[in-house]
């Protein structure tokens, strides 16, 4: 059964770094396409950053020049790199793991960001 387990979130004032880690096990993390998302209150989930097993990477518009994704098929792990923190930026943050051909996702159980003002 595969697993994500989350770590890295917190409290950070505006113009502040954080780093999101997503651990995947019980499966070949080299098979996963992997992306981050995020949800405020109140909004729907929206996709962050995703990087393909090749390394491609996109990202929301909103956080592009701030936040890099990157995976270490090593550690099985991928990363969010969140610097230029913002208020705006404030959400539970999901990891997701689409599995290679059968598309079957899994997720995450959130870890939350808070950026003060």
């Known amino acids: 059964q595969v697993q994500l387990v989350e770590s890295g979130g917190g409290l950070v004032q505006a113009g502040g770094s954080l780093r999101l880690s997503c651990a995947l096990s019980?499966?070949?993390?080299?098979?996963?396409?992997m992306g981050w998302y995020r949800q405020a209150p109140g909004k729907q989930r929206e996709l962050v950053a995703a990087?393909?097993?090749?390394?491609?990477?996109n990202y929301a518009d909103s956080v592009k020049g701030r936040f890099t994704i990157s995976r270490d098929d090593v550690k099985n792990t991928v990363y969010l790199q969140m610097n230029s923190l913002e208020p705006e930026d404030t959400a539970v943050y999901y990891c997701?793991?689409?599995?290679?051909?059968?598309?079957?996702?899994?997720w995450g159980q959130g870890t939350q960001v808070t950026v003060s003002s």
């Open positions: 997701n793991a689409k599995r290679l051909y059968s598309g079957i996702e899994t």
């Open positions: 019980g499966s070949r993390f080299s098979r996963y396409a």
């Open positions: 990087i393909t097993i090749s390394g491609s990477t």
